[in-house]
């Protein structure tokens, strides 16, 4: 805004359809340009969604892969049956 307090040329919004001036292929133009604005917001919008959706699901797999790992490093069933084997054939 100047000193006088009227808005800055670059900063005025203007509707299409009502400015004169313009010719139908500027509007047509005017349209196109704001349709394609759009869809690249949207395109931002869901990538980042999409990659906390990956993250997330990442995060899951590992989570069960690591507690896997974890409960069968805990199971001792295997070295109990080789002690009830040595125990067998030390009695043999």
Known sequence: P?????????ARRIDPAREPGLSPEQRRLMAQVEYAQRQRALQRRLRSRNVLLALGIGAVTFGIYGYTFYSVSQERFLDELEQEAEAARARA
Do not use: R
């Open 2 to 10: 100047g000193e006088s307090g009227e808005e800055a040329v670059f």
